[in-house]
């Protein structure tokens, strides 16, 4: 071995290296946890301790309005700042004051909808329909899930939807502004650093946003 591949894999080494301390210092500052099912060719986040049909949002549904939530799904590499690819998701939650139970649509979808659920069950069908591509990452490259979640307001909702091709950007940037304090969000929450080859796969469809 040459001295310049010795210093090159040194350097290698270094980078792996701060790039897992970076990521044990942000699981350390309190990101909530998250676990990952590998289902057909996608990524999906797991989160039983999630619960955001809760507080003004659970009110406003159980009043007769329709919430649409927005979440973001990131798949981040060790070695790499920025994520590797994004999805995002939008909920629109209703409620049936009659059964008293509630529904969701996926509102870039409309053939994609579901009744008669709990709230535990509402929440839990938006995440199972929220899933990012794991197609061409290497089986032993390690990576990490991220999750955030906030509730969209109407009026930015409604300009964002007006326009179908900037609605991704502009969801994108609406999750990335930082909420205010009366602004119900929900997040970051971030699984343990992972590869495919540790992940049972179970079968399935693709990733069901895309």
């Not at 290698?12 to 970076?22: E, P, Y």
């Not at 999805?87 to 053939?111: C, H, L, N, P, Q």
């Not at 502009?170 to 909420?179: I, N, P, V, Y």
């Amino acid at each position: 071995m040459t001295t310049l591949d010795a210093r090159d894999r040194s350097t290698r080494r270094g980078i792996w290296l701060l790039a897992s301390l970076a990521l044990s210092l942000s699981l350390a500052r309190g990101a909530n946890r998250i676990s990952v099912a590998y289902v057909g060719d996608s990524l999906r986040p797991v989160a039983p301790d999630l619960h955001f049909l809760t507080g003004k949002s659970l009110e406003r549904v159980k009043d007769g309005d329709a919430v649409t939530f927005v979440a973001r799904l990131s798949l981040l590499t060790i070695d790499q700042s920025a994520p590797l690819r994004e999805k995002v998701g939008r909920f629109m939650v209703s409620y049936d004051i009659w059964e008293e139970k509630f529904g969701v649509a996926i509102t870039e979808s409309a053939s994609r909808s579901k009744t008669g659920m709990t709230a535990p069950q509402a929440e839990a069908w938006c995440l199972e329909n929220l899933g990012i591509s794991a197609a061409g990452l290497a089986p032993d490259r390690p990576f990490f899930l991220r999750l955030e979640l906030r509730v969209a307001d109407p009026k930015e909702f409604s300009s964002v939807m007006a326009d179908p091709v900037l609605s991704l950007r502009a969801f994108m940037e609406m999750l990335s502004r930082k909420a205010g304090p009366g602004d119900p969000h929900w997040g970051p929450y971030e699984s343990g650093r992972m590869r495919l080859s540790d992940l049972v796969r179970t079968a399935g469809r693709g990733a069901p946003n895309g």
